[in-house]
C-alpha cells in the first residue's frame, strides 16, 4: 500500500470517487491517523455522504477524522489572503481600480490562478503537522486534469511576464516589487509541480462498462504525459452476487469489461469494491465500503 501522505481520488462524475475517498479516509482514522479528507470538488458532496452541514472549513465527523469543502469561494478568499494586498499595493500605485475589480482582473488575466492556489493550499497542509493523513477529493476528471496542468501553465506565463511587466510606464519603486512578486509565483508553481509528482499518491476510481474501459487508456496517458502515475485502480459497483434476472444480465454485461480492466491496469493490482443494494450514506454504510477497499484491516 502506498503510504504518501497525500491520496488524490480521481475519476470520472458518477463512478462513485467521492465515496471510495471517504471510505479511505474512515479506513486511516480508524487505524489512529488524525485524517483530514477534503473536496476541491466545485459541487462537493462530503456533508452529503456523512450526513452534515456543509464543512467549509475542517469540521470533525469521527474520532480522528475531519472533512472540509472548498469550492471557488473559498479558494480564491485564500489567494486573496495570501497575495491579494501585496499586489493590489503595488497596481494600486500606476492604476485607479478598486480592490475587487482588481482581483477579476487578476484571475482572467493569469491562467489557472484559482487552481494554482488550490494545489499550494493543499501542499501547505500535507507539510504542516496538523494532519498526518489527507485525502484530496477531487472534481471529476477533466477538470482535475486541468487542475494538473495548470502549475506548468502558470509558470509558462509567469516566466515571460517580466518582459511585458517590466516595458510598464510605472515607477522604479513599484516596478521592483511587482517583478519580484512575479517571481515568487514561478517559484511557487515550480514547488507545486514537484509535490504533485512526488508527495501525491493517485488513486483511479472507475466502473465495469463500457465507456469506462474506452477512456482508461487516455487516462493513464493524460496523467504521464504530466509526469503523474496512479498507485491504485478502484473497479467500483462490481456486479459479485446477481439474484435476479436482472443483476444475472448486467453481471454478464461487465465480465468482459472487467477483464479488460484487470488486464489495462498499467501494473497495478485492482481493488473491486461490490455494487451495493442500498445508497452509501453516513459512517456505517462507508465502513461497508472501507472493508471491501481494505480487506486485509477487517
Not at 156 to 178: C, D, W
Not at 230 to 238: D, G, S, T
Request: net charge negative; charged share 25%; proline share 5%.
Amino acid at each position: 500500500m502506498n503510504e504518501k501522505k497525500v491520496l488524490m481520488f480521481a475519476g470520472k462524475g458518477g463512478v462513485g470517487k467521492t465515496t471510495c475517498a471517504g471510505a479511505t479516509a474512515l479506513h486511516y482514522a480508524r487505524r489512529g491517523e488524525k485524517t483530514l479528507l477534503i473536496s476541491t470538488d466545485p459541487t462537493p458532496s462530503l456533508s452529503h455522504l456523512f450526513e452534515v452541514e456543509r464543512a467549509r472549513g475542517p469540521t470533525k465527523v469521527a474520532e480522528n477524522l475531519y472533512l472540509a469543502e472548498l469550492g471557488p469561494t473559498e479558494i480564491r478568499q485564500m489567494w486573496e489572503r495570501k497575495f491579494g494586498p501585496e499586489v493590489y499595493e503595488v497596481f494600486s500605485s500606476f492604476v485607479d481600480i478598486g480592490y475587487e475589480e482588481f482581483t477579476d482582473f487578476v484571475t482572467s488575466i493569469l491562467p489557472g490562478l484559482g487552481e494554482e492556489f488550490m494545489v499550494d493550499y493543499i501542499r501547505e497542509l500535507s507539510h504542516s503537522a496538523d494532519y498526518e493523513r489527507l485525502i484530496w477529493d477531487t472534481a471529476p476528471l477533466g477538470q482535475t486534469l486541468g487542475l494538473l496542468r495548470m502549475p506548468a501553465l502558470l509558470r509558462q506565463h509567469l516566466r515571460a511576464a517580466p518582459r511585458i511587466y517590466s516595458r510598464l510606464k510605472f515607477g522604479e519603486r513599484s516596478r521592483r516589487p511587482l517583478l519580484e512578486i512575479l517571481k515568487s509565483w514561478e517559484e511557487l508553481s515550480t514547488l507545486d509541480i514537484e509535490f504533485l509528482r512526488h508527495e501525491v499518491a493517485f488513486w483511479l476510481v472507475t466502473i465495469p462498462e463500457g465507456l469506462a474501459v474506452q477512456q482508461l487508456q487516455e487516462i493513464f496517458s493524460e496523467f504521464e504525459k504530466f509526469g503523474f502515475r496512479f498507485a491504485r485502480l478502484i473497479i467500483n459497483n462490481v456486479i459479485q452476487k446477481p439474484d435476479s434476472g436482472f443483476l444475472l444480465q448486467k453481471a454478464e454485461e461487465q465480465r468482459n469489461y472487467l477483464e479488460a480492466l484487470r488486464q489495462n491496469h498499467h501494473g497495478l493490482e485492482p481493488i473491486e469494491v461490490p455494487l451495493f443494494p442500498h445508497e452509501i450514506k453516513g459512517t456505517g454504510r462507508l465502513e461497508e465500503v472501507r472493508r471491501a477497499l481494505f480487506p486485509d484491516h477487517g
